[in-house]
């Protein structure tokens, strides 16, 4: 044991690794860069626009349903044409559509570069597929810590960047700040390399039958199950939107159809999935009992983390009472603390993560994002309550999700582990397009009668968000726990549930 443990510190990681993560880091931290410079500028759309709160929200919601379908497409791609490929051409469409947004005059034209932008964004499994190829297992934690750190250095300088911009320049500013990205994409399509190995499942014969047959199912594509899926997702979110826009009483019988449909698209979708051979989201993925949790902690991280950031701009911006009067600047303010020590805790979870494992830093990270979340919802009265508590929620969440994140890439079969990523991306994203919907139930059900500054949530929908982000937290700790008990009990059926997979 003692000869492994040296033997795994011994592994050096090559200077064209590191260079290969510093340019993917970079990559997704301009990317985010871009995201989150919007967030403050959400009052000013609605005005704009003259839209409610309820259509805003799709401005997330709308290219996260996106990036959630299209996420396992690209993955398929990935193994069909390879990861550095399709990683370029999704990077590409995302600088354009990003751009594009800029020019924007109606809120439908607004939405529409929001959902290409969301083809783009399913670039992320792809880049982690390529550092799962790049580093040797032993450092792959390291990796995954800094390229999740690049994610919240994103965050933390585009809400700065973004809020000024948005103050002196207006929010269609903040979508022009994204073409220096194009050199990062040079500089992949130059520099980068991919390994250009074909994983072959453990224990298969090599037969040109077999070699046909697996060949066959990676050059198909399931379009009809991500059809299925794309009308599943949107139902949901539009049964959300309808509840917001006239409560459950006002649009029952739309509320109740909306809901009808994703119901039976969602078991189309299951029908589609188990017939085809080459599926869009794999069920066996989802039997694992090492992956199963991580995944569902996965969604639950992800509208924690978007029902939060459209919430605190609102109550940061509303009118005193209702909230503290600010602007763009000030929202970002508050917010910054939580994005400061998403970063200062994501860069540092690896070493954690390599010190006590992946299992514990889920369950500290949910407690500590439980008492954040508790702490909001008894005190929020004044703004460094509120940021205080954000940073609380920011540590706990950015422990979770890094070794959550960690668990998905190193202990899927390599064989597996585009798919993998791709579905856990995929269910993290419907998690995220969740979130601002949710919130928008809770504004728009809780709303003051339009006076002369308007209408605007009452402090009772802000208690709703943060009780939520409560329970999230306590169904985090729940899954992690069931997590742990599970490897600890017995450890031999996790050996056998993965070698199910590699079959």
């Known amino acids: ?113 929001r959902l290409v932008q969301g083809v783009g964004l399913a670039a992320v499994p792809a880049a982690f597929s390529l550092l799962r190829d790049t580093f040797p297992p032993t450092k792959l934690a390291l990796a995954v810590g800094v390229f999740g750190s690049a994610y919240s250095g994103g965050s933390v300088v585009g809400l700065l960047a973004g809020a000024s911009i948005i103050h002196n320049f207006g929010w269609h500013s903040t979508f022009f700040f994204i073409a220096p990205m194009a050199v990062f994409v040079a500089m992949i399509a130059k520099f980068v390399k991919e390994s250009k190995e074909v994983p072959r499942p ?44 006239g ?60 029902m939060a950031y459209p919430s605190i701009v609102q109550l940061v911006r509303s009118p005193v009472p209702l909230g503290f009067g600010g602007n763009a600047v000030d929202a970002a303010n508050v917010q910054l603390p939580f994005m400061i020590m998403f970063l200062i805790l994501a860069s540092a979870a690896p070493f954690i993560i390599n010190k006590i494992g992946n299992k514990k830093p889920i369950i500290i990270g949910g407690l500590i994002s439980l008492m954040g979340s508790v702490g909001l919802l008894v005190y929020h009265s004044t703004e460094f309550a509120i940021s205080a508590n954000l940073a609380i ?54 709303r003051t009668i339009a006076g002369v500054q308007g209408s605007y949530p009452t402090l009772r929908s802000y208690d709703l968000v943060f009780l939520t982000s409560a329970l999230l937290s306590g169904i985090s700790i729940g899954f992690a726990l069931v997590l742990s008990s599970r490897e600890v009990q017995n450890p031999i059926k996790q050996i056998r549930s993965l070698d199910v997979l590699r079959r």
Do not use: C
């Open 1 to 113: 044991m003692l000869k492994a443990k040296e033997d795994s510190r011994s592994i050096t990681v090559t200077r064209e690794a590191w260079f290969t993560l510093g340019i993917l880091s970079s990559t997704l931290l301009v990317v985010f860069f871009s995201e989150t410079m919007l967030l403050p500028a959400i009052p000013e759309i609605m005005k704009d626009f003259r839209v409610p709160y309820a259509l805003a929200a799709w401005i997330f919601s709308g290219y996260m349903i996106v990036a959630a379908v299209m996420t396992p497409i690209a993955g398929k791609l990935s193994d069909i044409y390879g990861k550095k490929k399709v990683l370029l051409t999704l990077l590409v469409i995302y600088i354009a559509a990003t751009a594009a947004g800029g020019f924007a005059n109606t809120i439908s034209f607004l939405f529409m570069t």
């Open 202 to 245: 453990e224990g298969s014969r090599k037969s040109t039958y077999n070699d046909k047959l697996r060949a066959s199912q990676r050059l198909s594509i399931d379009i009809k199950g991500a059809i299925a899926l794309s009308v599943t997702t949107t139902a949901f979110i539009m049964a959300l939107t309808l509840v917001q826009t």
């Open 247 to 306: 409560g459950i009483s006002g649009n029952l019988e739309e509320v109740a159809t909306a809901f009808l449909v994703s119901i039976i698209s969602l078991s189309v979708f299951t029908i589609i999935e188990r017939r085809t051979n080459s599926p869009l989201l794999d069920f066996r993925l989802l039997r694992n009992r090492t992956l199963l949790p991580s995944y569902l902690i996965l969604v639950a991280i992800g509208i924690t983390m978007f």
């Open 393 to 446: 929620i920011a540590t706990g969440l950015s422990l979770a999700i890094t070794a959550t994140w960690n668990i998905v890439v190193s202990e899927s079969p390599k064989e597996f582990i585009g798919i993998s990523t791709a579905v856990g991306a995929l269910l993290m994203f419907i998690g995220m397009a969740t979130g601002p919907a949710v919130a928008g139930v809770y504004m728009e059900d809780h």
